[in-house]
């Protein structure tokens, strides 16, 4: 049987495709299935914030036990998850809860990290607060596209006016004024 395997990318960057294999050439002995909406933590590369939910697409993949595999049950939307991934608090409780002697040695604890303290607004609320994140989100991503554009509007400008395919006029000032 051939399995889909998937990892996290590091500073919050998703869960992708790692690669397929035959279970015969998969050398960690436990995986993990995991579902779409699934949020994991990868418990070597947390501190570098690699984290995240599982698409749609990749329902069903595995990944070994060096993830933490988390679901919300119905308590928790997973799109409100990945912005609460994004938070400095976030941040530090899943450093606080790793052990290790040098930073790419560190362990995620997830018995740890669960302990620590969450305040959690109510699901509608939860909806409400990923629905303004998410038009702000494409509000950057239309003003990002748009600085874009007018970025390589100005290269093509400087281009055209360095190489003399566009000519600027300057007023000629040494006419006389015209008497009134």
Same mark, same amino acid.
């Given at each position: 049987?051939?399995?889909?395997?998937?990892?996290?990318?590091?500073?919050?960057?998703?869960?992708?495709?790692?690669?397929?294999?035959?279970?015969?050439?998969?050398?960690?002995?436990?995986? #993990?299935?995991? !579902?779409?909406?699934?949020?994991?933590?990868?418990?070597?590369?947390?501190?570098?914030? %690699?984290?995240?939910?599982?698409?749609?697409?990749?329902?069903?993949?595995?990944?070994?036990?060096e993830y933490a595999v988390l679901n919300t049950h119905g308590d928790l939307d997973p799109r409100f998850l990945r912005y609460l991934s994004?938070?400095?608090?976030?941040?530090?409780?899943?450093?606080?809860?790793?052990?290790?002697?040098?930073?790419?040695?560190?362990?995620?604890?997830?018995? !740890?990290?669960?302990?620590?303290?969450?305040?959690?607004?109510?699901?509608?609320?939860?909806?409400?607060?990923?629905?303004?994140?998410? %038009? %702000?989100?494409?509000?950057?991503?239309?003003?990002?596209?748009? #600085?874009?554009?007018?970025?390589?509007? !100005?290269?093509? #400008?400087? %281009?055209?006016?360095l190489t003399g395919k566009r000519r600027v006029r300057v007023p000629d000032t040494t006419a006389e004024p015209e008497a009134a």
């Amino acid at each position: 049987m051939v399995y889909r395997l998937v990892t996290v990318r590091r500073s919050r960057g998703g869960v992708d495709e790692r690669c397929e294999l035959p279970g015969s050439e998969i050398k960690t002995p436990t995986q #993990l299935y995991v !579902k779409a909406g699934d949020f994991l933590i990868s418990k070597r590369q947390i501190v570098h914030g %690699a984290c995240g939910i599982v698409p749609s697409d990749l329902d069903g993949a595995i990944v070994s036990n060096e993830y933490a595999v988390l679901n919300t049950h119905g308590d928790l939307d997973p799109r409100f998850l990945r912005y609460l991934s994004e938070t400095t608090y976030f941040q530090q409780t899943c450093f606080h809860s790793s052990s290790g002697v040098h930073i790419e040695k560190m362990l995620f604890r997830l018995d !740890k990290w669960l302990k620590w303290p969450l305040n959690l607004p109510p699901l509608d609320e939860q909806q409400c607060i990923v629905a303004i994140l998410d %038009a %702000a989100s494409e509000e950057e991503t239309t003003i990002q596209q748009q #600085l874009d554009l007018l970025r390589e509007e !100005k290269r093509a #400008l400087i %281009a055209d006016l360095l190489t003399g395919k566009r000519r600027v006029r300057v007023p000629d000032t040494t006419a006389e004024p015209e008497a009134a």
